[in-house]
């Protein structure tokens, strides 16, 4: 696999090195000791699959706060999605930051999220599900959300998001 660095401290892009023959392929997509090797203490406890009907859907900015922050490896595994992280650490240099990404099914990119990481993303073609390995146990009493269209943020979407759930729609602005 290879790790590259976001412009977020912590936060990498994760691409499979795949090993090909007449066949098709075979790729690693986790290995403990390489994710140990870039300091990411990564284990997993619980998968979730995200599927969405309809392109220009926006699930997010979503995390959980202190003691269940989650640590998340997110996947595009059919489809596309522009994914986002926003740094909520405040100590951290990249505080406040964000960066996105293509996420698809044909780059098969995966996104590692940092614990204090808000989480969401944009599908870019209709039928896009997206495969989440996280670190914690999903606790609705520890559960935040931030905007997607906070100016504290500002973040640029590649295009206008047309379905929102009312609980994302409605979510607070950062205040910190």
Known sequence: MKFIETPLAGAFAIEPEPRSDDRGFFARV????????????FAVVQCNVSYNDRRATLRGLHYQVAPREEVKLVRC???AIFDVIVDLRPASPTFRRWHGLELTADNRRMLYVP???????LTLDDRSEVFYQVSEFYSPEFERGARWDDPAFAIRWPLAPELISPKDRDHPLFDR
């Open 30 to 41: 986790f290995c403990r000791d390489e994710f140990a090797a870039h300091r990411l203490d």
């Open 77 to 79: 595994t059919m489809g």
């Open 115 to 121: 614990a204090g990481f808000a989480h969401g993303y």
